[in-house]
């Protein structure tokens, strides 16, 4: 298919999304910039106008020349501000649907005040939908990402190791060979406030330190202003776990894959409580097919977790959080989770991030993760198929 | 001061800002993470309640432990939910301001379902006030900042420079040693949709080409989805200007600076225009003082441009920006603006990046960019004083 076909199919899927959920929408404005690219190909700056019936239209402030260069829609106008779009459609009605978890109050408030829109309805929900099913096109650059991710993590990693290295170090080799093997390094999350930088690296007990973010896996960071990456104090100590939960992106799409190392001689505990969160993520992986329900897999898994191995999974002590995997694509955070309240089916080419790990007291997490693309054969693993404790 | 005292004088200039903007202002509710960090010293996630009168409150949802740990404010309470605000404290009133610029609508709405405010006013200018003047302990880590930042560029790109490295290699060779030499790696903006992933790594052409970013120097990038730090495949010619647009960040605070290279020889007009940028720098790095205007800073320099020169000057063609500087801080887009409409005088420390640029057609971008400290003698550099093209 042309990337034509590709983007102009984006909007029949999403126009469908959006019936079923808001019986009642009229238009769609979307401003957020990573939404903006899903459906027009560029990451330029202005609004893409989606509506029920009629025209589209792509209006962009900066810069119109590089949006038509790098977008084949044959509806991009060029606009100084959004004043100009009053002029150039008839952009009215009662209601507007909006990207509500992602343009801020302000910015809208400024928008509407050219349009007057009484009622503001939400859309995240149907974009959600639309971008988790994954094209080929897409699947293909996830698979590159996935590629680059599997070689950093397996091969390139262990190479590195060395007594004494830093945490904010080993990031920083890590950063320099994603981008150099032709990843992006830039690492996109959705939900506000969320952050990521190259994500958790984490030697002995970092990986069971207090985190804001939503994950199993915890982290020292830089500092309070800084809670990412790694820490440029703590060194890596003989004998110790280490435990690296990464994303990696190619042409703005993440995988993410989380490997654990023995640097030296670790605890056999740590090896028992690595292979059960191995068979926990190929028990979920093996459900991972077109039909299954998020929630249902969640409660079935959890269910079989007995009440010693929980202590501690899927994040140690206050960390601990209530999935097992997560969509992912242009954003690392995507639509669905392995949790309650998700129960629509999962969709051939969904991709999912599985993360069953736990935490062990003064000796730091084990457990894996691996990026599956939902096949009617359950999930395949796009970032490598190796899942033992690598011993270094 | 402690830091619990520099905390809390904080508190107390914006109260002040606030009463000057806002006279009939009850209550603010902080939900970004970077304000958060400003106000409590740590970015755990939850909510910070400023009251015009009465106790504050510091509500955390994750990680308690962790906000406790790292702020040394005396009113952190653990929340699970917003509801449970509800319960602690009186929070109830006609009206709330929030950081409008920075919450997402629907974000704000699931708030508000709690406690029914009725009118929403806007934070954003009196934080951005409060923000832009620095204290000595921030200044502290602004130089920090600065130090290798100027190290990075005038003394470590030199010895990487090669025929044939790629924007993207070089920025992955950047990110590295900044992070090795105690930098954060991470760069933060603060408007909606801006991105910035280390700067703008352009060879020859590359600073010309379009940007949606709202700066003079322009960017090719990875690729549409990613068009920031450099491209995979843009080799090192002989004979071409580099211009490297960079930020660097040590323990949450940024500095802005930008260095060219001649890698061979390159057109004595690059060196003519360079030297202007230099001058037309120094020009307004000398009125940075206290008491002087943004906006008259602007008029009067640009003013003085001739006509000739302003042809691409702050960006080529569409590029082109109408500001010279801006503020700078835990974000790199901070307040005030040394452009139109900024009328408020320069305060005694704050912290302002100086960037005239200009680009020349098929050669490249010139120009310069340093980070001032505002002092009654003029602005300080902290990004060190080689403002010369360096020759490779």
Chains 1, 2 share one sequence.
């Not at 769609?28 to 899903?38: L, P, Q, R, S």
């Not at 106008?49 to 106008?77: C, H, M, Q, W």
């Not at 992106?249 to 740590?270: L, N, R, S």
């Not at 054969?377 to 011993?391: A, E, F, L, R, V």
């Amino acid at each position: 298919m042309s990337l034509k076909g590709e983007l102009l199919s984006r909007f029949e899927r999403f126009k469908k999304n959006m019936a079923n959920l808001e019986k009642d929408w009229e238009v769609v404005a979307i401003f957020g910039k990573v939404n903006t690219f899903y459906f027009t190909n560029t990451m330029q700056n202005g609004v893409l106008i989606i509506k029920r019936t009629g025209e589209n239209f792509f209006f962009v402030r900066k810069s119109y020349e590089r949006a038509k260069i790098e977008s084949p829609l044959d509806f991009i106008y060029p606009i100084k501000s959004f004043k100009d779009i009053f002029d150039t459609t008839d952009l009215k009605g009662e209601s507007i649907h909006i990207e509500k978890d992602v343009v801020p109050y302000g910015f809208f408030e400024r928008f509407n005040k050219n349009f007057g829109f009484k009622r503001v309805g939400s859309a995240d929900l149907a974009i959600a939908k639309t971008r988790a099913v994954k094209s080929d096109y897409e699947i293909g650059l996830m698979k590159k990402s996935g590629e680059i991710h599997e070689y950093i993590l397996q091969k390139f990693v262990p190479t590195i190791l060395r007594e004494g290295i830093t945490e904010a170090e080993l990031g920083a080799e890590i950063l320099r060979e994603i981008i150099i093997k032709g990843g992006q390094g830039l690492t996109r999350m959705g939900t506000f406030n969320a952050e990521l930088y190259l994500g958790n690296i984490c030697f002995a007990d970092s990986g069971n330190y207090y985190n804001s973010f939503d994950g199993p896996a915890g982290i020292f960071g830089v500092s309070p202003a800084v809670p990412l990456l790694g820490n440029h104090r703590k060194k890596l100590l003989k004998d110790s776990v280490i435990m690296l939960d990464i994303g990696c992106g190619y042409e703005g799409y993440h995988t993410d894959k989380t490997t654990v190392y023995a640097f030296g001689k670790i605890p056999q505990e740590a090896y028992d409580f690595h292979k059960r969160c191995v068979e926990i993520q190929n028990m979920v992986a093996e459900r991972l097919s077109p039909g299954e329900i998020p929630s249902k897999i969640y409660e079935d898994i959890i269910s079989r977790v007995d009440r010693d191995f929980d202590i501690n999974f899927m994040g140690f002590g206050p960390n601990k959080v209530k999935f097992l995997g997560h969509g992912i694509g242009l954003v690392i955070d995507e639509y669905p989770v392995i949790a309650k309240g998700f129960d629509d089916p999962l969709e051939e080419n969904m991709v999912m991030a599985i993360e069953p790990k736990k935490g062990i007291e003064n000796v730091g997490m084990v457990g894996i993760e691996n990026t599956f693309l939902v096949t009617a054969k359950g999930g395949m693993s796009i970032t490598g198929s190796d899942y033992d404790i690598i011993n270094v």
